[in-house]
């Protein structure tokens, strides 16, 4: 398999990683390095295998429908980038 | 009292022979002369341990004392620590000084552990060298020109050359036990659900665990009873009774065979093809020592060991990528100066916040996640993970835990594996497939190298066999003492 920089630059743009085209030509190829890795899986044969998500069979808890948790705004808040009357700010999303 | 075991600081502290503000005292000035050269810690916490010794010597003097009460330790810049930076090795997190304690942390804070600061590690806990965090490489106390693995290499590092006792550290892939073995100390990852992960920034989820490092099997054993315990607040968490993993250790041993009947399992393709000749001999020698103490071996097979490494780097990354899109420049965390409207805010941040590294396995998980991707490569690693992890149960069949090297070669030097990330990935063989099934691993020294680095022995069980597992080395340190030889402080 082998990436193309446009591919590269869609994923980059879907993860939200802003990279210039010297980066982009450079973790190409870096990244093809790993795929080329990652296809050694495809010659395996796992037909009937169950997928394993995780090491435990395990259900999710329930717990009674009460609030246990108190109000932390003022704490997390103090480490936020930008804050504003309890709110987070970011740029104008909506004119 | 710099190279003191664990339960010879505890009875040193019970019968005020030393104060546990003078031990921390005494370690904080050794971080102070050596951590410059070491680059171990990325916080020392000077005014923080010295007010929590004060604390544990209260508790003393009132005859409540626990195990660890007054002893010192480091944690892994993993760990949120409140009021103390949390960064993750990662300058995304250079600014966040944690609001709240991780579940480890407060679990070590009521036993009157006292913590000395926050070890170096690769960032976001992505890598085997410790060369990718943003505070820059850890040396390796042994040759200062060699990396000390990673990903908890500030933690295995500072425990090596005695800037502290013990230190916790997270195993995704192999970053506790790897760590331990290039820098000659005894680290343990439990099984998976045992340590709680609340707290404890995330990577893959579905693999992360905390684990312990000491400089022996006892001191981890200490630890690691004091980290583990059921918690809420982790939906992995495990709720099973409380066990003190030191208990069976400190029973009486009589007689030289006292792993008399310890089935030991040789996987015979981890004695293959790609381990270093003195790995080799050192990793031999110790097995003709387990079965001089009782132990038999016999030959076990992983057969689909060699998938562990690319399917590990499907679903880490999958998992990272998903993680990792939290780190968005709003509630915290590091955000770029300048920007013009919301996408390029978090595309800026993000560009900025993260290292290569993390860069390249955030995309990896993007794309193996992506529409008609999907099948091809997350689902068919998932499938490999259980072919992996049944072929745990199935040698585990035959015997009671299984051994073989740690790593296949010693530390390498700084920057030889810099520009080849596939090369470092695939210096993980032995420990990977462990995560994925799960399943509890300790590495505990045994020999050195030509280079004269420290080499690894690793051990593996079956779920919640720690016990067995820190015995097992336990009994082996008793009759040896590879776990007892240090690096020279100017090294």
């Known amino acids: 398999m082998s990436l193309s920089n446009d591919q590269v630059g869609h994923l980059a743009r879907l993860a939200r990683v802003a990279l210039s085209e010297v980066e982009i030509d450079a973790t190409r190829n870096k990244l093809n390095g790993i795929f080329d890795l990652i296809e050694q899986m495809q010659a395996v044969d ?3 295998v169950e997928p394993m998500s995780h090491p435990q069979e395990l259900a ?22 930008q804050t504003e009357a309890g709110l987070y700010l970011v740029p104008k999303v909506i004119e | 009292m710099i190279h003191a075991s664990l339960p010879e600081l505890r009875r040193a502290l019970d019968a005020r022979q030393i104060s546990s503000v003078e031990l921390a005292t005494l370690f904080l000035d050794r971080i102070d002369a050596l951590n410059p050269r070491l680059n171990a810690f990325i916080t020392v916490d000077h005014d923080g341990a010295l007010a929590s010794a004060r604390a544990a010597d209260e508790r003393i003097a009132a005859g409540d004392a626990g195990a660890l009460t007054g002893i010192p330790l480091a944690h892994k810049d993993v760990f949120c620590t409140e009021g103390v930076l949390t960064s993750c090795g990662s300058k995304m997190l250079s600014n966040f000084v944690s609001p709240y304690d991780a579940h480890v942390v407060s679990l070590l804070k009521s036993a009157g552990v006292v913590s000395l600061g926050k070890t170096n590690m690769d960032e976001f806990a992505m890598g085997s060298s410790n060369e990718s965090s943003y505070y820059g490489a850890v040396r390796n106390p042994w040759n200062t020109a060699h990396v000390p693995g990673g990903s908890s290499g500030g933690s295995a590092a500072a425990v090596a050359a005695r800037l502290t006792p013990l230190a916790t550290g997270t195993d995704t892939g192999g970053s506790v036990r790897q760590p331990a073995a290039f820098c000659g100390i005894t680290g343990i990852k439990p099984t998976y659900g045992l340590v709680s992960r609340y707290g404890m920034i995330a990577y893959a989820s579905s693999l992360d665990q905390g684990g312990a490092f000491g400089a022996s099997a006892e001191d981890c054993a200490l630890l690691l009873s004091a980290m583990t315990g059921f918690d809420a607040r982790d939906s992995t968490s495990l709720e099973r009774p409380h066990e003190d993993f030191a208990a069976l250790l400190a029973a009486p041993c009589s007689g030289t065979r006292p792993l008399e009947g310890l089935r030991i ?45 690319p399917a590990y780097y499907v679903i880490a990354p999958a998992e990272c990528s998903s993680n990792l899109s939290r780190f968005d420049g709003v509630r915290f965390g590091h955000r770029a100066a300048e920007y013009g409207d919301l996408a390029d805010m978090y595309g800026k941040s993000r560009a900025e916040g993260f290292g290569a590294e993390v860069k390249r396995r955030i995309l990896v998980g993007t794309y193996v996640l992506s529409h008609g991707y999907y099948d091809a490569y997350y689902l068919q690693a998932q499938r490999l993970r259980r072919m992996i992890a049944q072929d745990f149960q199935a040698a585990l069949q035959q015997c009671d835990l299984i051994a073989g090297p740690t790593t296949p070669t010693t530390a390498w030097a700084l920057g030889q594996m810099a520009d080849d990330p596939v090369q470092m990935y695939l210096s993980d063989i032995y420990t990977i497939a462990v995560n994925l099934a799960g399943l509890p691993g300790l590495s505990q020294p045994c020999g050195f190298g030509v280079d004269g680095l420290p080499i690894g022995l690793q051990l593996v069980g079956d779920y919640f066999s720690e016990a067995r597992l820190l015995h ?13 030889c240090r690096p020279a402080d100017a090294a």
Request: proline share 4%; no cysteine; hydrophobic share 40%.
């Open chain 1, 46 to 48: 796992t037909t009937g």
């Open chain 2, 265 to 309: 399992g040789l996987p015979r393709e981890f004695f293959a093809e790609g381990m270093a000749d003195d790995v080799r001999a050192a990793v031999e020698a110790a097995l003709t020592q387990y079965r001089a103490l009782g132990a038999t071996t016999v030959e076990v097979s992983l057969p689909n060991a060699r998938l562990a490494i």
């Open chain 2, 472 to 484: 097992s080395a336990h009994r082996f340190q008793q009759a040896t003492d590879w776990h007892s």
């Open chain 1, 60 to 81: 999710t808890r329930l717990r009674d429908d009460v609030v246990t948790e108190n109000d932390h705004r003022g704490a997390f808040q103090q480490i936020a980038p």
